[in-house]
T-cell receptor, first 112, second 112 residues
Framework: NAGVMQNPRHLVRRRGQEARLRCSPM?????VYWYRQLPEEGLKFMVY????????ESGMPKERFSAEFPKEGPSILRIQQVVRGDSAAYFC??????????FGEGSWLTVV | KQEVTQIPAALSVPEGENLVLNCSFT??????LQWFRQDPGKGLTSLLL?????REQTSGRLNASLDKSSGRSTLYIAASQPGDSATYLC???????????FGKGITLSVRP
């Protein structure tokens, strides 16, 4: 059983471009979470999704950020018109229940 | 609003030393607490999960305790090794959807 798979692992975007980060949860896991780790700030919750539904997006910035978890395929975190402040590590996690949670290796976004 | 604090931010010890990492949280109405390990450029690995009904959990050289009433948890590492060098984060679930609130972590360096 492969772990939580995230890609790309490293992404460089120019200001104003779009960034798409993908997450494939562990097999059998229907809960997906996205977290962001900014330098010196620690990990912050962004969004919680189940298949085809956004359950909690209270940690998502109001503009430019969106997330989806379609019926087929990986979960996508999309950042439009990236700015330098979006540079961070983005972690996806999945869970079969509300307890045990498994994190991916992260996607490191650098905006130049 | 739940806040999780880990002090100090960094710790350096000689190999073989027993050590304690501290975590405090402001809202004691939690149903579990997790300790994670993060290696540089990597994702998070869950080390121990303590349910609110438990006082401690053990895994190998690691022992985590939880005192809900005082809002504290400790991670005890016995006979530290250089391979234990990493950042250790504690996290508690917040709200109804198990999203985690993390401390900023303690970066541990074990000197050979």
């Amino acid at each position: 059983n492969a772990g939580v798979m995230q890609n790309p692992r490293h992404l460089v975007r120019r200001r104003g471009q779009e960034a798409r980060l993908r997450c494939s949860p562990m097999k059998g896991h229907s809960h997906v979470y996205w977290y962001r780790q900014l330098p010196e700030e620690g990990l912050k919750f962004m969004v919680y999704l189940q298949k085809e539904n956004i359950i909690d997006e209270s940690g998502m910035p109001k503009e430019r950020f969106s997330a989806e978890f379609p019926k087929e395929g990986p979960s996508i975190l999309r950042i439009q018109q990236v700015v330098r402040g979006d540079s961070a590590a983005y972690f996806c996690a999945s869970s079969p229940t509300s307890d045990t949670i498994y994190f991916g290796e992260g996607s490191w976004l650098t905006v130049v | 609003k739940q806040e999780v604090t880990q002090i100090p931010a960094a710790l350096s010890v000689p190999e073989g030393e027993n050590l304690v990492l501290n975590c405090s949280f402001t809202d004691s109405a939690i149903y579990n607490l997790q300790w994670f390990r993060q290696d540089p450029g990597k994702g998070l690995t869950s080390l121990l999960l303590i349910q609110s009904s438990q006082r401690e959990q053990t895994s190998g050289r690691l022992n985590a305790s939880l005192d809900k009433s005082s809002g504290r948890s400790t991670l005890y590492i016995a006979a530290s090794q250089p391979g234990d060098s990493a950042t250790y984060l504690c996290a508690v679930p917040t709200g109804a959807n198990s999203k985690l609130t993390f401390g900023k972590g303690i970066t541990l360096s074990v000197r050979p």
